[in-house]
């Protein structure tokens, strides 16, 4: 499911990175130059604003050169069907009345992926038809993208990368999810432009913070001195980080030091309750004492790809790292945050 659009009042919240700029520059570069468009990827942790991004471009940056698709889908058929549809379906509304090939083209793809479902086949047929044949330029804004080890689909991007037309496509994952494309297919990630996702600078968090506590009848001055804010944004991980540590010390009555004692066990305590079953059994697998790679393959069931993946995530969000090499272990604040969860 795509996620909400900024829209309205809410729009009011985001405030503009460089990544931002680079993301226009790049598009308006690409097209107006002699360089093939190569679509792109956003890499950043998670927390660091990618959906937020991802709605503000979808209403501000590709307008009216391109016709934003926003998706964010549990697998990368469904990522592929929905991008399909959605092309198909637009087209089919808006070149109705349009003496073009392009309707037909649009009926026959829409028709093959109506009867063929999620078949990588069919899906990539349908959208290399609509790719040679749309008017309309179209971009597919991924959230959260997850290869998921799945070979398949990074071949189908493959040949849909290979004379990009008017379907292209922004992914925005994480560093191993971006890993994870190199392994599998570096053809795939030749194709890639990557653009990295940084934390907010300080003048930027405070904006955000500023425009966030005003929205409820706040004014920042009168609520956090500027050096506690300063060391909340020393403290913070990625701007998501930022505002659970600004709420906290909203709580706690602008006590600093009990925002620094709770930050990162609560933080961790809070992931954990939000993860799906299969990380949260790694979590508790790996809790109770260190555990070798294949030792917990054994223990989790899944494949060593997706192992692979997971236990990257796992490191980069601060709950398992590793004492040495193979070997996989609970850090001291998850430790702390597990005994608050279980």
């Given at each position: 499911m795509a996620p909400v659009p900024l829209q309205g009042r809410l729009l009011k919240f985001y405030?503009?990175?460089?990544?931002?700029?680079?993301?226009?520059?790049?598009?308006?570069?690409?097209?107006?130059?002699?360089?093939?468009?190569?679509?792109?990827?956003?890499?950043?942790?998670?927390?660091?604003?990618?959906?937020?991004?991802?709605?503000?471009w979808a209403a501000n940056a590709l307008r009216p050169e391109f016709r934003p698709i926003v998706l964010r889908e549990p697998s990368p058929v469904d990522l592929l069907y929905h991008a399909a549809l959605r092309i198909a379906e637009d087209l089919i509304a808006s070149l109705t009345f349009e003496p073009t090939s392009g309707v037909e083209e649009a009926t026959r793809a829409y028709e093959l992926i109506s009867k063929g479902g999620r078949d990588y086949r069919v899906l990539t047929k349908a959208l290399i038809g609509l790719n040679r044949v749309s008017p309309i330029k179209y971009m597919v804004l991924v959230d959260e993208f997850d290869p998921s080890g799945d070979v398949r689909f990074l071949r189908a991007l493959d040949l849909?990368?290979?004379?990009?037309?008017?379907?292209?496509?922004?992914?925005?994952?994480?560093?191993?999810?971006?890993?994870?494309?190199r392994k599998l297919d570096r053809a795939v990630a030749e194709k890639l432009t990557v653009l990295?996702?940084?934390?907010f600078t300080y003048e930027e968090a405070r904006e955000a913070v500023r425009r966030r506590l005003e929205f409820v009848g706040l004014r920042l001055e009168e609520v956090i001195p500027e050096e506690d804010l300063k060391q909340i944004y020393a403290m913070s991980m990625g701007p998501r980080d930022i505002f659970v540590l600004v709420r906290e010390y909203l709580l706690l009555g602008g006590d600093l030091e009990g925002v620094k004692r709770g930050r990162d066990a609560s933080l961790l305590a809070h992931m954990y309750s939000l993860m799906d079953d299969v990380d949260r059994r790694i979590v508790n697998f790996v809790a109770k004492g260190p555990v070798r790679f294949g030792d917990l393959q054994k223990g989790i069931g899944i494949s060593k790809t997706a192992l692979w993946y997971r236990l990257n995530v796992l490191m980069e969000q601060g709950f398992i790292h590793k004492p040495r090499r193979g070997v996989y272990a609970l850090t001291r604040e998850a430790e702390v945050a597990l005994r608050q969860v279980l």
């Open positions: 405030v503009e990175r460089g990544v931002d700029e680079e993301y226009r520059r790049l598009i308006k570069g690409r097209l107006m130059g002699s360089k093939p468009f190569i679509s792109i990827f956003v890499s950043a942790p998670r927390g660091f604003g990618k959906t937020s991004s991802v709605n503000y849909l990368f290979q004379e990009p037309k008017s379907i292209y496509f922004t992914f925005l994952g994480t560093p191993s999810a971006l890993d994870m494309v990295r996702m940084p934390h």
